[in-house]
Nanobody, 123 residues
Framework: EVQLQASGGGLVQAGGSLRISCAPS????????IGWFRQAPGKEREAVSC????????WYTDSVKGRFTISSDNAKNTVYLQMNSLKPEDTAVYYC????????????????WGKGTQVTVSS
């Protein structure tokens, strides 16, 4: 059974930090990029960041560059998103996802979705 088990998230003040995790199972991580999309109320789901299972290369959307860091722990089969200097506009439900390489990291290309985890940043 394919699963993307997400954890973490919560409520934090602006300028604070949170870490969310995603543990994929039921498929070969090496064949996929793993990462996150987010969706704020009334807005479309947007791509945030991903990491390649082949070579560990990473991608970030411009609005989080320099603040968010994605990483993977192959021994634990877990992907982490460290979010620093959080802003109220980062408030959203964050969804872990997997896209088969070499498809483009976009919502339309997602093969597997995890359940969302809420991140709320207060001003």
């Amino acid at each position: 059974e394919v699963q993307l088990q997400a954890s973490g998230g919560g409520l934090v003040q602006a300028g604070g930090s949170l870490r969310i995790s995603c543990a994929p199972s039921g498929f070969t991580f090496h064949d996929y990029a793993i990462g996150w999309f987010r969706q704020a109320p009334g807005k479309e789901r947007e791509a945030v960041s991903c990491i390649s299972g082949i070579d560990g290369s990473t991608w970030y959307t411009d609005s989080v560059k320099g603040r968010f860091t994605i990483s993977s722990d192959n021994a634990k089969n877990t992907v982490y998103l460290q979010m620093n200097s959080l802003k109220p506009e980062d408030t959203a439900v964050y969804y872990c996802a997997a896209v088969r390489i070499p498809n483009y990291w976009s919502a339309g290309a997602v093969d597997y979705w995890g359940k969302g985890t809420q991140v709320t940043v207060s001003s």
